[in-house]
């Protein structure tokens, strides 16, 4: 029977070998994945840290309006606060709408999950693709909106927009990068008191406006472009609806952070949602209230918001800080995406439309992967555009509304299969948003197309094919590795070649390993640059009973190892182990990329059927090995620890060459990131039928380097003990697919290069072209056995 061992945990232990201290300083200390439940949001903190998008999206939208009715015609700026009651009304439906998808998928996703559950995969990669645009866009438009309104108080420093609105990406990413909480205290601060300066300036300019004393703004001195007098048709104020509609940026990122407030989750973000909606709207009406009282006129010297401050304060103290406020609410209202993007990406990643690694949670607990994509693809849009807001805030609003109709219409779709209580009601309210956002969205399309619109609409479908083209692979490797195509215990010979590049400590290590497992053959190829007669003699007095050394003919040692062994006749069973010891004399990695026979004979061997890499790595310091004998003897234990991802013909494979090592014992391990990771890895293990103990070690701060050196110095802890390390690694065909895993096995490789009485031996299994070659060279091998004798080298002895 097999034996599963039950999850072992580092407890509190904190990784620290190999982190930079410049890393801990700036990101700060990794948490406990166990702490995970501590660094829920109160609803206090949530606000600032999802709504602050929303929020800020008041302090633009007016103006938004105003760039087209003016520019139209002068007397059209009238309609400013008709067309802002529209917006407001339309903002109150999408989030009594969204209060509904709070409620009826608590675990988050948004329109993504709403779409694909309800409407299919595609319209939920439609959904994704436009969420994930926005977010990228909302960090791109805020920070530039921000730094706008930090130039219209010091115009000196519009030349250098663009650098300061790359600092402040750099900022807030730096900010998010240390926490969801951390980010949270940081913002809130800065989140109320814009709130707190702008309604104070609506109370103080309304009471003006009250007393017969409304503020009057000056005609600008550099106005935008103003149209004459006249009259404005249909398709001017719909455009002028369309660009005011960005106020609604950010309203879905409530449903999309679910997961990130304190329990009950659902009832607390709804709540959220609601405040968020009322202060909104409340701020957006007053503005574009007082924008209409004091005949505001939009100018690229000083943004709307700042010339109402100014008129309502007589530019006194009250119009600086609500400047301040203004630049740090927009700049920190890329917080939003911050929190959502990566959320986004990590729900995409679990069901194979983008690369897993955006699964992986950072140090403090966040998907470090997303933030770090979203901050470099928001800062090449600031770049590319100038940090120009009226230009990129042209590409924003149609991914908004897009993710708002979607979602709607997958909520209706919902209550009518779900038809759980009240469900009449959620219907209604369901459809009407979904109604009212999909009449916006064509405005939208139809009047910002020529603006830029078309970039973001033109990208969509390339966003989708590429979920498509990821998932496919995904799908791939998925089946080939599930073909159970190797069954446990399979196994046949295990035939060795010695690569040697000079005689030394590592060497001997090498021959003495080989010797524990007594191969089927052992034949050993100097390829090192000294004189063949001194290699033979020294080869001869530390294996007296091998065979005699063989010295390729090819000058290029690499290419005339490959050709050695793919002379070797093998089963499809059989095991070609290719031995290659390695002499460091410092703990350098470049030194190991470096080299120009082992490293390059490791690469290529990975892509030869049935062959296994082994490394067999000492480390001397002043001229000694460190933690061996250096010498050829046969280790008094060894144990094989076979590191595997999941149960599958990779791993299988690898288990089996274990057991050729004859060990005295052998070992599955596997590293769980996360806690729900371990039942379903031992239920499949054991579905699988692998007759191994699987030991399941958590790793609690994500970092698999501290629990995979423990695991295996627990082993080389023991006296005279050399731990057989096995790695699975299947390859893939494309190098673009590479970057789609997680490398493990590469991983692994690394952090124990330099471990003493280790030996690392990588299983390669190929996927699918390489496996079809090699499937075809196998068929010629069995078809002609004689002619694969007759090039095979003579045997040797073991």
Not at 545 to 550: E, K, N, S
Not at 613 to 628: A, Q, Y
Not at 774 to 797: C, D, F, I, L
Request: glycine fraction near 6%; aromatic fraction near 8%; charged fraction near 20%.
């Amino acid at each position: 029977m097999m034996r599963t061992a039950p999850p072992r945990s580092q407890g509190d232990f904190e990784p620290r070998a190999g982190r930079g201290v410049l890393k801990r300083m700036l990101v700060g200390r990794p948490i406990s994945t166990a702490k995970q439940e501590h660094h829920l949001l109160p609803k206090a903190l949530a606000l600032p840290v999802f709504s602050s998008d929303a929020l800020s999206s008041v302090a633009y939208a007016t103006e938004e309006i105003l760039l087209v009715l003016v520019a139209a015609s002068v007397a059209a700026r009238n309609l400013v606060f008709s067309i802002a009651i529209a917006i407001s009304v339309l903002m109150a439906i999408v989030v009594v709408s969204y209060r509904q998808t709070v409620k009826a998928y608590p675990s988050g996703g948004g329109a993504y999950i709403v779409s694909r559950q309800n409407l299919g995969t595609l319209p939920g990669l439609v959904a994704a693709a436009a969420l994930l645009t926005d977010y990228v866009l909302t960090v791109s438009v805020s920070v530039a909106a921000g730094v706008f309104a930090i130039t219209s108080a010091v115009p000196e420093l519009a030349d250098i927009r663009v650098p300061l609105s790359l600092g402040f990406v750099a900022f807030v990413t730096l900010a998010n990068l240390r926490g969801v909480r951390e980010s949270g205290t940081l913002f809130a601060i800065p989140t109320y008191a814009f709130i707190t300066s702008i309604f104070v300036m609506l109370v103080v300019g309304l009471a003006r406006c009250a007393t017969g004393g409304c503020p009057q703004v000056p005609f600008p001195e550099h106005p935008e472009a103003v149209g004459e007098a006249a009259a404005v048709g249909l398709f001017v104020i719909l455009h002028a609806f369309s660009s005011g509609s960005t106020a609604l940026t950010g309203v879905e990122a409530i449903s999309n952070g679910v997961p990130a407030f304190r329990r009950p989750q659902s009832r607390n973000a709804a709540r959220t949602l609601s405040l968020m909606g009322v202060i909104a709207i409340t701020m957006f009406l007053g503005i574009s209230l007082l924008a209409f009282h004091s005949g505001v006129i939009p100018s690229d010297e000083r943004s709307v918001v700042a010339q109402v401050a100014h008129s309502v304060f007589d530019g006194g103290i009250g119009f600086y800080l609500v400047q301040i406020f203004t630049a740090a609410i927009l700049i920190l209202a890329a917080n939003t995406a911050y929190q959502d993007f990566p959320r986004m990406s990590a729900i995409l990643a679990r069901d194979g439309f983008v690369p897993r690694q955006f699964q992986n949670r950072g140090d403090r607990l966040v998907f470090s992967n997303g933030v770090v994509v979203l901050a470099t693809l928001a800062g090449l849009l600031i770049w590319l555009f100038d940090a120009e807001v009226s230009r990129l805030i042209q590409l924003y609003v149609v991914g908004v509304f897009t993710s708002f109709t979607l979602s709607q219409s997958g909520m209706v779709r919902h209550w009518l299969k779900e038809r759980a209580e009240g469900w009449r009601r959620s219907i209604v309210i369901n459809a009407i948003g979904a109604v009212a956002t999909g009449v916006v969205l064509v405005v939208i399309a139809s009047t910002k197309f020529l603006e830029g619109a078309w970039m973001v609409i033109t990208a969509m479908p390339f966003i989708v094919g590429f979920f498509y083209l990821v998932h496919r692979h995904y799908a791939h490797v998925r089946a080939e590795l599930d073909r159970v195509l190797v069954p446990f215990g399979q196994m046949g010979a295990n035939r060795v070649v010695l690569v040697l590049t000079d005689m030394d400590a590592a060497s001997a290590e090498a021959l003495g390993y080989i010797r524990s497992f007594r191969p089927e053959s052992l034949e050993a190829l100097y390829v090192g640059n000294g004189s063949h007669q001194d290699a033979d003699r020294r080869w001869t007095e530390m294996a007296p009973d091998a065979a005699p050394l063989v010295f390729p003919d090819d000058g290029r040692p690499v290419e005339a190892v490959i050709e050695h062994v793919r002379r070797i006749p093998r089963d499809p069973r059989d095991f070609v182990t290719v031995v290659i010891p390695e002499l460091f004399r410092r703990r350098s990695f470049l030194s190991a990329l470096f080299r120009p026979v082992t490293f390059r004979l490791k690469v290529q061997l990975l892509s030869e059927p049935g062959v296994v890499i082994t490394d067999v790595p000492v480390l001397t310091e002043d001229g000694h090995p460190v933690g061996v004998d250096g010498r050829p003897l046969i280790p008094e234990r060894v144990v094989a620890l076979v590191f595997v991802s999941a149960p599958h013909d990779a791993s299988v494979r690898a288990v089996n060459y274990a057991f050729s090592l004859g060990a005295a014992e052998t070992r599955a391990v596997f590293l769980a990131t996360e806690p729900e990771e371990a039942p379903g890895m031992l239920e499949r293990w054991a579905e699988r039928g692998i007759r191994v103990p699987l030991d399941v070690v958590e790793a609690p701060f994500r970092d698999l380097g501290p629990s995979l050196l423990e695991e295996v110095r627990r082993v080389t802890a023991e006296p005279g003990t050399v731990a057989a390390v096995v790695v699975p690694e299947f390859l893939v065909t494309r190098w673009w697919h590479r970057l789609l895993h997680n490398n493990r096995a590469l991983f692994i490789k690394r952090a124990l290069l330099f471990e003493p009485r280790v030996v690392l031996s990588s299983v390669p299994y190929r996927i699918g072209r390489a496996d079809r070659s090699s499937g075809r060279r196998r068929w010629r091998q069995r078809k002609h056995p004689s002619e694969s004798s007759r090039r095979a080298s003579p045997a040797t002895s073991k």
